[in-house]
């Protein structure tokens, strides 16, 4: 099936750990999208990947890392830096702009730092 | 700036009423507007989307019109059920590769 696919989907981090979320899509589709989803607040974009080899920073990329090596992975690691980790990461893909762009969601990885 | 407000939840319905989340926008350019539904624990999927003005979007029940006059895309079901309850969120394109969404409305439908 095509699709998104996020992992893990549950994932645990000591204090001054980095850790890297991963997601996988089989869609073809150029575009790739980190959002953090925290309660009440909607989503906040982290970063974004047009083409392989090529990112841009999103709204709130500070203590994040990624990157595009493939056209089918974007993984985005949470680096020691991020303060406040905990939240629910949402990957995202999209075909090449047009007006009838929609974002396709993968099932979002829970962060939780311990 | 391109901008999407929601109105706050929750929203909280018994089956079978009327729902109304309004949503509206702020936006340079002709865009494309969208609803987006997050059930507990998944990602978000697209419900409806609309691309020009008076466009009406509807799927399972669900349905919006793009309202260029009142910059408004108000979503609308005439009966909603217990398995609709989840988050909603409108979502504005206008090209370039960044959709901007608002906020979110949580639903909660009582049997």
């Known amino acids: 099936d095509g699709g998104i696919t996020q992992s893990p989907k549950y994932l645990f981090r000591k204090e001054g750990q980095n850790v890297t979320l991963s997601c996988e899509q089989n869609l073809n589709h150029d575009a790739m999208y980190w959002y953090r989803q925290d309660p009440g607040q909607g989503l906040r974009l982290i970063y974004y990947?047009?083409?392989?080899?090529?990112?841009q920073k999103g709204d709130i990329a500070e203590g994040y890392s990624v990157s595009r090596e493939k056209k089918e992975s974007f993984p985005l690691t949470v680096t020691s830096a991020q303060k406040n980790p905990t939240a629910f990461y949402l990957c995202a893909t999209s075909k090449p702009a047009g007006l009838n762009t929609e974002a396709f969601f993968g099932q979002g990885t829970r962060l939780t730092v311990v | 700036g391109n901008s999407v407000t929601q109105m706050e939840g929750p929203v909280t319905l018994s089956e079978e009423a009327f729902l109304t989340i309004n949503c509206t926008y702020t936006?340079?350019?002709?865009?494309?507007l969208f609803w987006y539904v997050q059930y507990p624990g998944e990602g978000l999927q697209l419900l409806l989307k609309a691309t020009k003005a008076d466009d009406k979007g509807s799927n399972k029940g669900f349905e919006a019109t793009y309202r260029k006059e009142t910059t408004s895309f108000h979503l609308e079901k005439g009966s909603v059920q217990v398995s609709d309850s989840a988050v909603y969120f409108c979502?504005?394109?206008?090209?370039?590769?960044?959709?901007?969404f608002g906020a979110g409305t949580r639903l909660f439908v009582k049997a």
């Open positions: 979502a504005l394109y206008t090209g370039g590769f960044k959709t901007i």
């Open positions: 990947s047009q083409i392989v080899n090529d990112f």
């Open positions: 936006a340079t350019g002709y865009p494309s």
